[in-house]
């Protein structure tokens, strides 16, 4: 499994926060880290400019929203 593909793909057909952490979780159960499932989406909202101000609207909330749920979720290590 590709989580950057599936998650990019997810992320840009529209799938909401839920899907999103859905989809997360079943990579999660796969053996994915959150640390490495946050690094990957904070990859993506780079390549999608958000960082330069390219409001996506629901796009980017919906990014934003699952990332600041894996980043709480994350055990307290140095990032």
Known sequence: MNFKKD?????QSGKDH???????????K????PEE???IMQQIWLEL????G???GDLQ??????????WYECP????
């Open 7 to 11: 998650f990019s793909d997810a992320l």
């Open 18 to 28: 839920v899907a999103l952490l859905e989809l997360i979780r079943c990579h999660q």
């Open 30 to 33: 796969q053996g994915l880290a």
């Open 37 to 39: 499932a946050y690094r």
């Open 49 to 52: 400019g958000f960082d330069k």
């Open 54 to 56: 390219n409001a996506e």
């Open 61 to 70: 909330n919906n990014l934003e929203a699952v990332m600041e749920k894996i």
């Open 76 to 79: 307290a290590v140095e990032r």
